[in-house]
């Protein structure tokens, strides 16, 4: 059934889902500022340049403790949404159910958008304030999807057999259904993290002087600077990538989750 | 299996209250209040001048239906990249697909900044495709690829292939190898085989792969601000020059309802093919 020109449609797509991967890897050893390709020569200067920018090294900060902060959050508070989900029959389950999807089909600009309008409304809110509440949002929808099918796939029973056994429900959950659920909640805190660490469009509006995230630095440095720096950031954020997926690939199967 | 027990009602609002109480304020009410801006203008009164304005607008109305059209052709152009893919993949052994499929996801994981940097790399006017033509003697002059809209299709189909390549995928493990087996030995050829049994059997994730493609082209940012810039405008390089540089909140507004609203529909169309499928 599977034919030759299928094979080659399989190496088209793969060159042109990783053939620019392999061009921003060249980029950021070639020593021509100009970024003329094939480069000449070799240099890592622009991967020094990277470290010596202190607007990346701040932004990088912000969007690592940002990542952290607004994971955690989600995952805490999306958890119990999820168990209610899977383990109850209740007449709001539906609209519940609508309002943690929401995030993900409102456009993220529009997203980050209203909430500065809102924010300003509110009156002085600090930076990473707005920047946490509006990642949080964002990774609901993930958090209690992902934790939701890790539930869906652990029998309630279980659970039930520990409360029998004399455990009220919160050891039932902390003791019995918890420890049984690591690779979900594992899998959901990875997705989360990348999400918020690669968002751009709701930090985008969310941003403010002196704290910005990564990936809009990023975009604000390109609109100055026509350089192979970028590449050499680049190059550096999909090894970090590639180490945080293929682990969690290897370990959790997050392919099935995404 | 689900567990029905007494006090059951306080522990769901106990449980659900503290993120639904979240997304309620400070997700829910920010788009009201969005709303509400893109019909009050701060003269006072309510009035649907904005989007009277926006469609009235030829420059808005150019964005709009270029935002469309671009997000149709690289839903297209993702299609007809990953079906055939998607079918090698489907009959593979787990053991390599999975290691292909994680090389599908790689770039979903990577920002979008440093995706679409490679195609400053590619289409400069120093760039690998200038190079070649102009090594080859086929132009004088470097040609301009940056700021077109080709630019723009090229960078977002390499961003969203992913979400094609993923439902199907998943749609065509689903189909038994006897179906495909069966309708082979009883005479159809590959090609019928393919379109008769494959392409219905997988139309689930190939729909719910054009809505996740398409639905992320017209609310992308990054790659119309990258290759578009301020000179090829999408919906949402529209919006910010609105906000941003031209200050004008209420026309901003206005934009963003209009890409809600678009995407919006687009989910609803999907729910509507879903329930006809079922």
């Given at each position: 059934?599977?034919s030759?020109?299928?094979?080659?449609?399989?190496?088209?797509?793969?060159?042109?889902?990783?053939?620019p991967?392999?061009?921003?890897?060249?980029?950021s050893?070639?020593?021509?500022?100009?970024?003329a390709f094939?480069?000449?020569?070799?240099?890592?200067?622009?991967?020094?340049?990277?470290?010596e920018?202190?607007?990346?090294?701040?932004?990088?900060w912000?969007s690592?403790q940002?990542a952290?902060?607004?994971?955690?959050?989600?995952?805490?508070?999306?958890m119990?949404?999820?168990?209610?989900?899977?383990?109850f029959?209740?007449?709001?389950s539906?609209?519940?159910?609508?309002?943690?999807?929401?995030?993900?089909?409102?456009?993220?600009?529009?997203?980050?958008?209203?909430?500065l309008?809102?924010f300003?409304?509110l009156?002085d809110?600090?930076?990473?304030?707005?920047?946490?509440?509006?990642?949080?949002?964002?990774?609901?929808?993930?958090?209690?999807?992902?934790?939701?099918a890790?539930l869906?796939?652990?029998?309630?029973?279980v659970?039930?057999?520990?409360?029998?056994?004399?455990?009220?429900r919160?050891?039932?959950?902390?003791?019995?259904?918890l420890?049984n659920?690591?690779?979900?909640?594992?899998?959901?805190?990875?997705?989360?993290?990348?999400?918020?660490f690669?968002n751009?469009?709701?930090s985008?509006?969310l941003s403010?002087?002196?704290?910005?995230?990564l990936?809009?630095?990023?975009?604000?440095?390109?609109?100055?600077?026509?350089?192979?720096?970028?590449a050499?950031?680049?190059?550096?954020?999909?090894i970090?990538?590639?180490?945080?997926?293929q682990t969690?690939?290897?370990?959790?199967?997050l392919?099935?989750?995404? | 299996?689900m567990?029905?027990r007494?006090?059951?009602n306080?522990?769901?609002?106990l449980?659900?209250a503290?993120a639904?109480?979240?997304?309620?304020?400070?997700?829910?009410?920010?788009?009201?209040?969005?709303?509400?801006q893109?019909v009050?203008?701060e003269?006072?009164?309510?009035?649907?001048?904005?989007y009277?304005?926006?469609?009235?607008?030829?420059?808005?109305?150019?964005?709009?239906?270029?935002?469309?059209?671009?997000?149709l052709?690289?839903?297209g152009i993702?299609?007809?990249m990953s079906y055939?893919?998607a079918?090698?993949?489907?009959?593979m052994?787990?053991?390599?697909?999975?290691?292909?499929?994680?090389l599908?996801?790689?770039?979903l994981?990577?920002n979008?900044?440093?995706r679409t940097f490679?195609?400053l790399?590619?289409?400069?006017?120093?760039?690998m495709?200038?190079?070649?033509?102009?090594?080859?003697?086929?132009?004088?002059?470097?040609?301009?690829?940056?700021?077109t809209e080709?630019?723009?299709v090229l960078?977002?189909a390499?961003?969203?292939l992913?979400?094609?390549?993923l439902?199907?995928?998943?749609?065509?493990?689903?189909?038994?190898d006897?179906?495909?087996e069966?309708?082979?030995?009883?005479?159809?050829?590959?090609?019928?085989?393919?379109?008769?049994?494959?392409?219905?059997?997988?139309?689930d994730?190939?729909?719910l792969?054009?809505?996740l493609?398409?639905?992320?082209?017209v609310?992308?940012?990054?790659t119309p601000?990258?290759?578009?810039?301020?000179?090829?405008?999408?919906?949402?390089?529209?919006?910010?020059?609105?906000?941003?540089?031209l200050?004008?909140?209420?026309a901003?507004?206005?934009?963003a309802?209009?890409?809600?609203?678009?995407?919006?529909a687009?989910?609803l169309?999907?729910?509507?093919?879903?329930?006809?499928?079922?």
């Amino acid at each position: 059934m599977v034919s030759r020109w299928m094979y080659i449609s399989l190496v088209i797509l793969y060159s042109f889902l990783l053939g620019p991967f392999i061009i921003i890897f060249m980029a950021s050893f070639g020593a021509n500022a100009n970024l003329a390709f094939p480069p000449q020569g070799f240099t890592l200067d622009w991967f020094a340049n990277v470290f010596e920018t202190s607007q990346f090294i701040d932004s990088f900060w912000v969007s690592l403790q940002l990542a952290l902060l607004s994971t955690i959050v989600s995952l805490v508070m999306g958890m119990p949404v999820a168990y209610a989900l899977t383990r109850f029959q209740f007449a709001g389950s539906g609209l519940v159910e609508t309002i943690f999807s929401a995030p993900i089909l409102v456009p993220g600009l529009v997203i980050g958008f209203a909430m500065l309008n809102f924010f300003v409304l509110l009156g002085d809110m600090q930076v990473m304030t707005g920047l946490f509440i509006g990642h949080t949002a964002i990774l609901f929808p993930y958090s209690v999807r992902v934790i939701s099918a890790s539930l869906r796939n652990l029998d309630p029973y279980v659970e039930d057999a520990a409360v029998s056994l004399g455990a009220n429900r919160l050891r039932g959950f902390l003791l019995v259904v918890l420890p049984n659920m690591q690779a979900g909640i594992a899998a959901a805190f990875v997705l989360g993290f990348i999400t918020s660490f690669n968002n751009v469009p709701v930090s985008l509006f969310l941003s403010g002087p002196g704290v910005t995230t990564l990936p809009v630095s990023m975009l604000s440095y390109l609109e100055y600077y026509f350089d192979p720096t970028i590449a050499a950031l680049s190059t550096l954020l999909v090894i970090f990538t590639v180490v945080l997926v293929q682990t969690a690939e290897r370990v959790l199967g997050l392919s099935q989750f995404v | 299996m689900m567990i029905r027990r007494p006090n059951q009602n306080r522990t769901i609002i106990l449980l659900v209250a503290p993120a639904f109480l979240f997304v309620l304020v400070f997700f829910v009410l920010p788009l009201i209040f969005l709303l509400s801006q893109s019909v009050l203008p701060e003269e006072g009164g309510f009035t649907l001048q904005g989007y009277l304005d926006f469609f009235q607008s030829r420059v808005s109305r150019i964005v709009y239906l270029r935002t469309l059209r671009l997000g149709l052709i690289v839903t297209g152009i993702c299609l007809v990249m990953s079906y055939p893919a998607a079918f090698v993949l489907a009959r593979m052994p787990a053991r390599r697909r999975s290691f292909l499929m994680s090389l599908v996801i790689l770039p979903l994981m990577t920002n979008a900044v440093a995706r679409t940097f490679a195609w400053l790399i590619i289409l400069g006017r120093r760039g690998m495709i200038n190079q070649t033509l102009l090594s080859l003697d086929l132009v004088e002059n470097p040609v301009r690829f940056i700021f077109t809209e080709t630019a723009i299709v090229l960078g977002l189909a390499q961003l969203f292939l992913p979400l094609m390549v993923l439902p199907l995928v998943s749609a065509m493990e689903n189909i038994p190898d006897d179906v495909l087996e069966a309708a082979l030995s009883l005479g159809a050829n590959r090609l019928t085989t393919f379109l008769r049994i494959v392409v219905p059997l997988s139309s689930d994730g190939l729909v719910l792969g054009a809505t996740l493609v398409f639905t992320g082209s017209v609310t992308a940012f990054v790659t119309p601000a990258i290759l578009g810039g301020s000179r090829l405008l999408l919906m949402s390089t529209l919006l910010r020059q609105k906000a941003v540089i031209l200050f004008d909140q209420h026309a901003a507004a206005v934009v963003a309802v209009v890409m809600i609203l678009t995407t919006l529909a687009v989910n609803l169309l999907l729910r509507v093919l879903r329930a006809q499928q079922s």
